[in-house]
């Protein structure tokens, strides 16, 4: 007996159908797997790796990429890249507006491309980095809210039928995962740096320096490398707000916040203390190298015009104390003990100096061959 089932048009309709089920059904369990990603885990790379295997598993391009947005340099890179020549994508930069990718960035736009040698968007540098041959290109925005944070961009994932709108409804939706997700990880980047962070000289705060004072001793423990603490107090401070206000003296806090993190190296970590109190964390520093910045931050606080931007002409002078580990202390409290007494053996005799535990009141000349004698006699007298 025959039916309409027999017929081949029906049977390519009921796959069709078939293949239309278990797609959206796979369509489904990604949205169900990325929204227990987004609000199980606040690891970026976590969720965007998740992201990255569903456009390969449903659109199968030979490369795919996520360009995010440097906005100080108003540049696209590529902060993930999958695929034939990916890896030397790493280090490549496209200006807003240059390329297929910069034109969507711009434009806050997708765009589909079947033939890139048809469209004069096409930026053919990137073929010549990577070595491959780009045939057409498919690129969303990724934007959070009205603001574009990057874009995904699939190469050669155009077949001979066109990439369907179902696939393009489908990348934008990943798209908007991948700006939740970004979102979230800038969220909670910034909580971070509020939590460990001053609010008015932007340096760290006392809170991070305890961590990083027990991170460093642990180095030098199993590494066995000194490191030196260095511990300022403004001369003086309290006449000067006293004199201008409170508000004046924030400014000015955060003018010598700003001078002590430019004196510092990359490695070395500057903080605020307290009040008009500093501190400074040189990492791989013994005692001599660490009275050279001592001495140089102490010459540049007496040196400087303060406040010239606000009409003003403030000079004032610095106390400073140095204390090594393990030299000097042999545990976190001992060493911020004797840096902050070196620091207060100036402050209640002369002020307006460098001092040094267990060495004194270092001279203004002192040099890194005086300093290694010093640190030898003291090491001696200690052993004797």
């Given at each position: ?238 006449g000067i707000n006293d004199t201008y206000g409170h508000l004046i003296g924030s400014k000015l806090l955060a003018e010598v ?128």
């Open positions: 007996m025959t039916t309409s089932d027999n017929f081949p048009g029906s049977e390519r309709r009921h796959n069709a159908e078939v293949r239309g089920e278990q797609r959206e059904a796979g369509e489904i369990a990604v949205f169900h797997e990325l929204g227990k990603a987004l609000t199980s885990s606040l690891q970026l790379d976590q969720v965007l790796r998740t992201i990255m295997e569903k456009i390969d598993e449903f659109l199968r391009p030979d490369t795919w990429s996520l360009l995010l947005l440097d906005e100080a340099k108003q540049e696209l890179y590529f902060e993930l890249a999958v695929g034939k020549g990916s890896q030397e994508l790493k280090d490549v930069r496209i200006k807003m507006g240059q390329g297929i990718a910069g034109w969507v960035a711009q434009n806050d736009e997708a765009v589909i491309v079947p033939d890139v040698a048809n469209d004069t968007r096409f930026f053919a540098k990137v073929d010549e980095k990577t070595k491959m041959e780009t045939r057409s290109i498919v690129a969303v925005p990724v934007r959070y809210r009205d603001h574009c944070l990057g874009v995904i961009e699939l190469i050669n994932c155009v077949e001979k039928e066109g990439f369907m709108e179902r696939d393009l409804a489908l990348l934008e939706a990943l798209a908007d995962f991948a700006a939740i997700a970004l979102e979230n990880a800038r969220h909670v980047k910034r909580i971070h740096e509020l939590t460990i962070t001053d609010d008015c000289t932007s340096l760290y705060n006392a809170r991070h320096m305890d961590f990083i004072l027990e991170t460093e001793i642990y180095r030098s423990q199993r590494y066995g490398y000194e490191f030196s603490v260095v511990f300022i107090d403004l001369d003086h401070f309290k916040g700003q001078l002590v993190k430019n004196a510092c190296r990359k490695i070395d970590f500057a903080f605020r203390y307290g009040g008009d109190e500093f501190v400074i964390v040189l990492p791989q520093a013994a005692r001599e190298n660490a009275f050279i910045v001592a001495h140089r931050l102490h010459k540049l606080i007496g040196e400087t015009h303060w406040l010239t931007s606000e009409g003003l002409d403030i000079h004032f002078t610095a106390s400073v104390g140095v204390a090594s580990f393990p030299s000097d202390a042999k545990s976190k409290v001992e060493l911020l003990h004797l840096a902050d007494e070196a620091m207060y053996a100036i402050k209640n005799s002369t002020r307006d100096g460098v001092a040094a535990a267990r060495v004194g009141v270092s001279p203004p000349n002192t040099n890194p061959e005086q300093n290694r004698r010093d640190a030898g006699a003291t090491k001696t007298r200690s052993s004797t």
